[in-house]
């Protein structure tokens, strides 16, 4: 069975520090594999996604994603973290043969401390 | 960029009422348009899958008759709660797809259903 597991439900950092959000798959084919960020009272808002090209994937407001097959990961990161990037934030996988159909993670709670 | 509208974005009704939530393509057409339902603190689970035109597709588990799901237009689906029941209080999200953008979907900002 297809799935998305994030590691980390919460994740707390302070302004200028680098974060970290963790995300590992399962999959027996190859993923598409997406983050999106959830503010409060708005709608989900695409960060960036892996489609089988380059394996380092740059999203939007400075965060990067890298997919590694050989650990089944695909975390996000951000080298200095902002207070407006506290939000929930959703690993998401499809895969080739039903992309229509995105698999959630159960989330991340990013909070930025000044 | 795309935007995707809900209405209403929260309703109270009363148990065995039916509620009609719907999802909006502002700016693309979407021949496709996805409903979801957020539990708190916990994930976005599909519920169904609606293509204008013709019938919606539901995931497993999910009750076709308490979740009547319309897509009449390019712009616009529905999704209506029959006979709402508390169990069924929770966080509804739709989303659609570009048609013009393969794999891209844009996702409303959700409607909060509360059954007294």
């Known amino acids: 069975a297809q799935s998305v597991t994030q590691l980390d439900s919460h994740v707390s950092v302070s302004e200028g520090t680098p974060v970290l959000l963790r995300c590992n798959y399962s999959?027996?084919?190859?993923?598409?594999l997406f983050w999106y960020v959830q503010h409060p009272n708005k709608g989900l808002q695409l960060l960036l996604k892996?489609?089988?090209?380059?394996?380092l994937v740059k999203g939007i407001n400075g965060f990067e994603a890298e997919f590694k097959k050989s650990e089944t990961s695909f975390h996000l990161t951000k080298p200095s973290a902002h207070m407006s990037d506290a939000a929930e934030y959703f690993c998401?996988?499809?895969?080739?043969?039903?992309?229509?159909?995105?698999?959630f993670g159960t989330g991340t709670r990013l909070q930025v401390f000044p | 960029g795309a935007v995707v509208s809900q209405h209403p974005s929260r309703v109270i009704c009363k148990s065995g009422t039916s509620v009609k939530i719907e999802c909006r393509s502002l700016?693309?057409?979407?021949?496709?348009m996805f409903w979801y339902r957020q539990f708190p603190k916990q994930s976005l689970m599909l519920m169904a899958t609606?293509?204008?035109?013709?019938?919606?597709?539901?995931e497993q588990g999910v009750e076709k008759d308490k979740f009547l799901i319309n897509h009449a237009s390019l712009t616009l689906s529905t999704l209506t709660v029959t006979s709402a029941h508390p169990e069924d209080s929770s966080f509804y999200i739709c989303?659609?797809?570009?048609?013009?953008?393969?794999?891209?979907?844009?996702f409303g900002p959700g409607t909060r259903l509360l059954v007294l």
């Open positions: 989303s659609a797809r570009d048609r013009n953008r393969n794999l891209s979907q844009y």
């Open positions: 999959s027996s084919y190859s993923p598409s």
């Open positions: 892996y489609t089988s090209a380059a394996t």
């Open positions: 998401v996988v499809s895969f080739f043969f039903n992309t229509d159909k995105l698999i």
């Open positions: 700016d693309f057409q979407a021949t496709t």
């Open positions: 609606s293509n204008e035109g013709s019938k919606a597709t539901y």
